[in-house]
């Protein structure tokens, strides 16, 4: 009696633990090592490393270092397998993937236990979160199957996919990656994180276990250097990646150029703000589930809370209390909070940032240090004052450490939330609904969560802005990494990127001051015309060699200029739908007001006949149409997740977009790429055709006469590889489109990884009668999910 009475008065909770049993039967049995799983069998162990808990330090398994071999294989069996698994109806692989969701959803329990024992993630949270998600993803995905063909018609899939996840979520991760793959008809290999790989191998049971083809799943286990061979491996077609973003960025460089598809999804340091009118006590549960589920170790993690200076005293009193009943300790008892972290390498590394927190002076606090005697513990920790340029404000800590700012208006909030290379999530708390959307809107951030946090649904996407990667998972945007256009193989494109005076049609540049003014196309910068840096300009020939015009010779300095006008025109991307297409309406009138003039300049450049040159120019004036008629209709979506939330798909512009043209079709493709990017409210720095520019420069008083405000479309002129390297390196660029040849679309790429900026690359050539529609205007967005409950 007594016991019940101290345990009324102290309302603690005894223990709870879960039974480990049957998971430590499972790696009984495999007590001589895991192989990997290729081509539907388990191979034999080969080179071994250990596996452990790390909640007690102890071995739990032995796993095989996947070599090159290994993943020769595995992508030979992908490859074998790939064509039968997409004939296969739609139908048929729907019930494959159902059966995969039948069978995790059978197994809920063991897998939940071995999640835990591998990655020290408390058992509330893999049984409660993790493993319903992996289900709820495979059941979505089933359905994709059935409805790939004539939802994304015009496509097909990519064909071998690797796929490489990291260990903080290590079931959801596969899934979020296995499922949209098989759905759109690839097969895959798949690469778990060293530290983690178990419930990988327990996968790969479920999948002998429900009959699918072999070949169609393969699992390799290894680290980076396992990785790093199915990065580089010719056979693949496609790279999923989540991670850190310097192997993020490692992986953009070892796949420039190589024709591979790429979806990164990498760090955050994402804010989680709270305004005076917040209800609090909700805030503070918002924290706990923000920073303190999984030990912090997330990727979308509400890292850096910003708190109203009015609010910031009574909440961080909340905050310590709450810390106080946080129960840290061994992850398989049901009624732990905080885990363990997952490996020691990982428990130091948060270890140096708060030693170098601490350098800086910071004040930390900590309800409770008492942590268990072995294992990888952290205890919650709360940093106030913590000045934003400081190095914990600024790096991904991946641990259990809120860092905290107060600010005094919503500007300055928006401004603190935005100050981070990184753009993943972000968590917004206010009683004021104009408020919080208005918020929502103006962060950079993948996801915006309105009055909650960390919430996930397989039918919204989720994926980063900036460096925190591009391409989503889930849901409809998420499927579209896994499908590729359904063309035949095109020509290669001719050679873009010579020198000047080598390139066909164009003389060796001279000086623009001896041409005098007024006979050289200058280059549009902010809406004006403005005289080349290097004051050069060049001869732009006709085929048979005689000059039809000068062209200004751009340089990195014109450039730079270009990327800061179109900066300072963002507010173009704010603009209402509706005036943008007036806008496009007018380009396309004031174009087809001309007509004649462009007919003789492209005939004049290029050679073209009459008919020829006039069919090209009557394309363009359509294509502006086009666009201007989809600038207000190519809107986003309301995903249905979760009960009691709207979730809103918004399609946003990237912001500053570099366009290179190719020298085919002067006008039409210069048009095709740089309309619907305005569309879309992007402002663009366009390098045209370098042999055939003067239709794109005589284009500068079709935008004047246009209303098109200064700084939205911005042309430099000039040497293709010169100028395409100073855009795809600038970090003020945030999306490049390049169509060229294959050393430039290798080129931007590699350059690229710098700010992870995305890229579209073809060294293809295009059918520009054709290049049209929604495809262009989906390249030219990203989305960004905002979650907001309803209901009291
Ligand atoms: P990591 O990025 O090195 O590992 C993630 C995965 O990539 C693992 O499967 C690993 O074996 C593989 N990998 C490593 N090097 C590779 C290479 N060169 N080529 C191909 N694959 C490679 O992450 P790590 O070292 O485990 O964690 C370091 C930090 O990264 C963390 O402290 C955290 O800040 C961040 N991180 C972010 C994650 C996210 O979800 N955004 C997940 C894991 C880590």
């Not at 071995?114 to 359905?143: C, M, Q, W």
């Not at 905050?319 to 732990?336: C, E, F, Q, V």
């Not at 164009?506 to 080349?532: C, F, H, N, W």
């Amino acid at each position: 009696m007594g016991i019940i009475k101290d345990i009324l008065r102290t309302m603690d909770y005894g223990p709870s633990p879960e039974s480990s049993e049957h998971v430590g039967v499972w790696l009984d049995e495999h007590k001589a090592g895991f192989g990997h799983f290729i081509n539907g069998v388990f191979t034999k162990p080969g080179d071994l490393f250990d596996v452990f808990n790390p909640a007690n330090g102890e071995r739990i398994a032995r796993v095989s270092q996947g070599s090159p071999k290994d993943i020769d294989a595995a992508v030979a069996a992908a490859r074998k397998a790939q064509p039968k698994w997409a004939a296969l109806s739609g139908f048929e692989r729907s019930k494959h993937i159902y059966a995969l969701a039948r069978h995790v959803q059978k197994r809920e329990r063991f897998l939940s236990v071995l999640e835990t024992i591998d990655n020290g993630k408390p058992i509330r949270e893999s049984r409660d979160i993790d493993i319903p998600l992996v289900a709820r993803h495979f059941y979505h995905h089933a359905g994709w199957a059935s409805l790939i063909d004539s939802e994304f018609p015009g496509t097909k899939p990519v064909g071998v996919c690797g796929q490489i996840i990291p260990w903080n979520f290590p079931l959801l991760m596969l899934a979020w990656k296995i499922a949209p793959a098989l759905a759109a008809g690839n097969t895959v290999v798949l690469k778990p994180a060293e530290f983690t790989p178990l419930t990988a191998l327990a996968f790969a049971a479920i999948c002998v276990e429900t009959g699918l083809p072999p070949g169609v799943v393969n699992i390799v286990t290894g680290d980076g250097a396992t990785g790093a061979a199915l990065v580089t491996h010719a056979g693949v077609d496609k790279i999923a990646f989540t991670g850190s973003t310097e192997v993020g960025r490692a992986i953009r460089k070892a796949t420039a150029g190589t024709g591979k598809k790429l979806s990164l999804e990498l760090g955050g340091k994402s804010p989680f703000i709270v305004f005076e009118d917040a209800d609090l006590d909700s805030a503070v549960e918002g924290v706990v589930d923000a920073i303190w589920f999984n030990q912090g170790q997330v990727c979308c993690a509400g890292s850096r809370l910003l708190v109203a200076e009015g609010a910031a005293d009574a909440l961080y009193a909340k905050l310590r209390a709450r810390m106080a009943n946080l129960r840290i300790g061994d992850p398989l008892d049901k009624s732990t909070d905080v885990g363990a972290i997952v490996a020691p390498v990982q428990l130091e590394r948060i270890r140096r940032l708060m030693r170098q927190g601490e350098e800086e002076g910071l004040e930390f606090f900590r309800a409770n240090d008492s942590l268990p005697d072995r294992g990888c513990f952290y205890p919650p920790t709360l940093v106030t004052g913590v000045d934003p340029a400081s190095v914990l404000a600024r790096e991904e800590i991946f641990g259990p450490v809120l860092v905290a700012t107060t600010f005094r208006t919503p500007d300055e909030a928006v401004a603190l939330a935005n100050n981070t290379r990184y753009g993943l999530a972000a968590s917004v708390w206010t009683e004021n609904v104009n408020r919080a959307l208005e918020v929502a809107a103006r962060i950079k951030a993948g996801v915006v969560w309105i009055n909650s946090t960390n919430m996930f649904d397989a039918a919204s996407g989720f994926g980063g802005y900036r460096e925190s990667g591009f391409g989503r998972e889930g849901g409809r945007e998420g499927l579209s990494e896994y499908r590729v256009a359904d063309e035949p193989k095109a020509k290669p494109n001719s050679a873009r990127s010579q020198p000047l005076n080598a390139s066909p049609g164009v003389s060796p540049a001279r000086s623009a001051i001896d041409e005098g003014p007024d006979r050289t196309a200058k280059l549009y910068i902010g809406g004006k015309q403005a005289r080349p840096d290097s004051g050069y300009s060049y001869a732009v020939l006709d085929p048979a060699g005689r000059e039809v015009g000068l062209a200004g010779l751009g340089n990195r300095k014109d450039i730079r200029n270009a990327v800061e006008a179109a900066a300072k025109a963002s507010s173009w991307g704010a603009a209402t739908a509706h005036n943008r297409a007036q806008v496009l309406y007018y380009v396309a009138e004031n174009l087809a007001a001309r007509e004649d003039e462009f007919v003789r300049r492209l005939s004049a450049m290029t050679g073209a006949s009459a008919r020829a040159a006039k069919s090209e120019v009557d394309a363009s004036i359509r294509r502006a149409f086009v666009y201007a008629g989809y600038a207000d209709k190519f809107d986003g979506a309301v995903h249905a997740t979760r009960s009691r939330f709207v979730t809103l798909a918004m399609n946003e512009p990237w912001g500053v977009m570099g366009i290179i043209c190719p020298n085919e079709a002067p006008l039409l493709a210069f048009v095709s790429l740089v309309m619907p990017a305005i569309a879309m409210g992007n402002c663009v720095v366009a390098v045209p055709s370098a042999s055939h520019p003067l239709s794109a420069t005589d284009f500068y008083s079709v935008l004047d006469t246009s209303d098109v405000p200064a700084g939205v479309v911005n042309i430099v002129t000039g040497e293709a590889n010169v100028l395409t390297k100073t855009l795809a390196e600038h970090d003020g660029v945030d999306a490049v489109w390049y169509v060229g040849d294959t050393d430039g679309a290798a080129q931007v790429e590699a350059l690229s990884a710098g700010n992870l900026k995305a890229t579209w690359t073809s060294a293809a050539a295009m059918d520009w009668a054709k290049a049209e529609g929604r495809e262009f205007l989906r390249r030219a967005t990203q989305v960004k999910n905002i979650w907001t409950p309803y209901g009291e």
